[in-house]
């Protein structure tokens, strides 16, 4: 007996493209003899957006008829914000997700419109690798209870609650603090997470073979307020400090948020379950994000053919 093959698709079906790019990823799936499986939400929409073209094919209904854990790989039509929610949604079935970037910079996607096809014939052939990116791990104390736990592919960060108020913080890294001061907020992220939020406020790019956390101040009034690259194995942490009885506010990916009374505490740590993201391309991240930000490399003429490379003995100098 045949073992039955199924697929998740996850599509942003409040988008055209996403809709469209969804409806040719099952058609090709079932074609090919898999079985698509749909949030059954995602299945309602695309029914009532297309009409007969779409309620004769066979879908699976993901949870009640097929279990996360059961799907061997899930396509995600979107941009990373799609992959930010599809992770989430398969946290516990470590499912690797293979991102089609219909968005804007789609650093998490592993093709673009354009290779729709190809993409799908990835999925058929498997032929595809699964890479694992870390993640994090987040804790929250108030008054020494523990009151919430989270997680973040990207980073968790902790933001003012007032927009016309600064927020005290004090940060910390394996039980030592580092230093105090006004700010808008700090990231703490993964190197997946470096290109995104903290990105954007000034801390450095991690390549995402590099193990490491970054924590980066965003606008803190401080002598010393520098994005700080740790060992992958630190608790990075921050305190709310309570000298105004001003607030935070956790947000981890940008998706779910924690209100931080003063006194709050966060801890942030590798977590021990992986994000898996399904590679095809071998493309080198130094080429990906040149691509990603359009950066320019014009001038550039590359490494020296080794025939002209020149050997030096131990120890000599080049003057």
Not at 65 to 75: A, D, H, I, K, T
Not at 122 to 134: A, I, L, N, P, S
Not at 138 to 153: I, K, M, T, Y
Not at 304 to 318: F, K, L, R, T, Y
């Given at each position: ?70 799907c ?21 079935a ?37 890479e ?9 104390w ?20 007032s927009?016309?108020?600064m ?77 105004e ?31 898996l ?24 003429r ?18």
């Amino acid at each position: 007996m045949l073992m039955t093959r199924e697929v998740l698709v996850l599509a942003h079906t409040g988008r055209h493209d996403a809709v469209e790019a969804a409806a040719a990823v099952v058609t090709r799936l079932v074609s090919a003899g898999l079985t698509p499986v749909m949030l059954e939400k995602d299945i309602d929409s695309l029914a009532r957006l297309l009409g007969d073209e779409f309620q004769n094919t066979p879908v699976a209904v993901a949870g009640r008829e097929v279990p996360l854990q059961r799907c061997e790989v899930g396509m995600v039509l979107g941009g990373d914000g799609s992959i930010l929610r599809a992770a989430d949604l398969v946290r516990e079935a470590d499912l690797p997700l293979m991102g089609v970037n219909l968005g804007h910079v789609g650093f998490l996607a592993e093709s673009e419109r354009t290779e729709l096809d190809s993409s799908v014939e990835w999925v058929v052939e498997q032929d595809y690798t699964v890479e694992r990116r870390m993640a994090l791990d987040v804790q929250v104390w108030n008054a020494g209870e523990h009151v919430g736990s989270s997680w973040a592919l990207n980073e968790a960060s902790i933001e003012k609650h007032s927009r016309e108020r600064m927020v005290d913080l004090v940060i910390e890294i394996d039980g030592r603090p580092v230093s105090a001061f006004g700010c808008d907020g700090v990231v703490m992220a993964t190197p997946t997470g470096s290109t995104a939020y903290a990105f954007s406020a000034g801390g450095p790019v991690v390549w995402p073979e590099v193990q490491a956390l970054v924590m980066v101040p965003i606008s803190a009034h401080a002598l010393f307020s520098r994005p700080l690259v740790v060992d992958p194995d630190s608790i990075m942490a921050v305190e709310v400090l309570q000298r105004e009885d001003e607030h935070g506010v956790l947000w981890c990916d940008g998706r779910r948020s924690l209100e931080l009374p003063a006194g709050s505490r966060v801890e942030v740590t590798r977590s021990e379950r992986p994000v898996l993201l399904a590679r095809v391309n071998q493309t080198p991240f130094s080429e990906r994000l040149v691509d990603k930000f359009n950066l320019p490399t014009s001038g550039w003429r590359g490494p020296v053919d080794a025939e002209n490379q020149v050997s030096h003995p131990m120890g000599e100098e080049i003057r």
